[in-house]
């Protein structure tokens, strides 16, 4: 039962290298998300997706790209790594679940420990 | 736009005794609010959701509350435990076309054995 799975779990970067992120959730979930957290800031929505294909900037998009090539998986890239973006970042999946706004809860994964030097 | 805060930041109890952690939230117009664990190096646990047409949920010695119109919603937490030690954070999503959870930063609670 993985339930979201994030890899990898921790990483060290040079500025300006890229990297893609994996989440993938088991759970058959529609709504996937990528946060980032950061001391003092609490968790911030980078971008989500609401479907297969779908994706839409949450609040923190800049110097990030995501896509959702296949419903189980969300992919977060950095294309050019800055030390800002050192953080620990999270993925999220939740269940449609009936009517527009759904109240089904968003379950996390263990999160990827990301280093820009 | 929505902002949450959770008060204290910080709190320590003697094992056995109840507790009650404070959330509010600016714009009351919700569809939800959350209530998660989070321990040290590791991701989410959802607690509880409250729906905004809900006055509050319990689940075993967790009940939370929500005050929809005064933005406050507390979680109380009976006959606490050294296991309960863990940061608990709430999150609201705010109605208005965002699928957007929006989080407070947090009270990291400790329970002395």
């Known amino acids: 039962n993985a339930g979201v799975t994030q890899t990898p779990k921790f990483r060290v970067l040079k500025t300006g290298q890229s990297m893609t992120l994996l989440c993938a959730q088991d759970m058959n979930h529609e709504y996937m998300y990528w946060y980032r957290q950061d001391p003092g800031m609490g968790l911030r929505l980078i971008h989500y997706s609401v479907g297969e294909g779908t994706t839409a900037k949450g609040e923190v998009p800049d110097g990030y790209n995501v896509s959702r090539l296949k419903k189980q998986n969300f992919l977060l890239g950095l294309e050019s790594a800055a030390p800002s973006q050192t953080s620990v970042y999270f993925c999220?999946?939740?269940?449609?679940?009936?009517?527009?706004?759904?109240?089904?809860?968003?379950?996390f994964g263990d999160g990827t420990r990301l280093s820009i030097l | 736009k929505q902002e949450v805060t959770q008060i204290p930041a910080a709190l320590s109890v003697p094992e056995g005794e109840n507790l009650v952690l404070n959330c509010s939230f600016t714009?009351?117009?919700?569809?939800?609010l959350q209530w998660f664990r989070q321990d040290p190096g590791k991701g989410l646990t959802s607690l509880l959701l409250?729906?905004?047409?809900?006055r509050e949920q319990t689940s075993g010695r967790l009940n939370a509350s929500l005050d929809k119109s005064s933005g406050r919603s507390t979680l109380y937490i009976a006959a606490s435990q050294p296991g309960d030690s863990a940061t608990y954070l709430c999150?609201?999503?705010?109605?208005?076309?965002?699928?957007?959870?929006?989080f407070g930063k947090g009270t990291k609670l400790t329970v002395n054995p």
């Open positions: 714009d009351s117009a919700i569809y939800n």
């Open positions: 999150a609201v999503v705010t109605q208005g076309g965002s699928e957007k959870l929006v």
């Open positions: 409250i729906q905004s047409s809900q």
């Open positions: 999220a999946s939740r269940k449609m679940g009936q009517g527009s706004r759904s109240n089904q809860p968003q379950h």
